[in-house]
């Protein structure tokens, strides 16, 4: 079982930034496209940006221009870093694989609110 340890959420104002990392307890980044997820209460995992294995990204129109994902292999980690958050940002944060997600973290909070 694949395990995802998610940080760096909080709460922040609208127009803050914050930057979530992901680290993985295996060497899963390496043979993965890998991802970004959301959910709010009530709600699906909502895809907000992907990696393949060759550093190409893309994000969702909503967060485009103001998330970005990158990936550090050697340090198994992979990131999220958010700037211009606005309050429909808000929700817990998941990483895990671009195709078959599957072993879901605990996630990390993140909350945007004056």
């Known amino acids: 079982q694949v395990q995802w340890v998610e940080s760096g959420g909080g709460l922040v104002q609208p127009g803050g930034s914050l930057r979530l990392s992901c680290v993985t307890s295996?060497?899963?980044?390496?043979?993965?496209?890998m991802a970004w997820y959301r959910q709010t209460p009530g709600k699906e995992h909502e895809l907000v940006a992907g990696i393949t294995i060759s550093g190409s990204t893309a994000v969702v129109d909503s967060v485009k221009g103001r998330f970005t994902i990158s990936r550090d292999n050697a340090k198994k980690t992979l990131y999220l870093q958010m700037i211009g958050l606005k309050p429909e940002d808000s929700a817990v944060y998941y990483c895990n694989k671009l195709l078959g997600p599957s072993d879901w973290g605990q996630g990390t909070q993140v909350t945007v609110s004056s």
């Open positions: 295996e060497r899963i980044l390496d043979d993965n496209a």
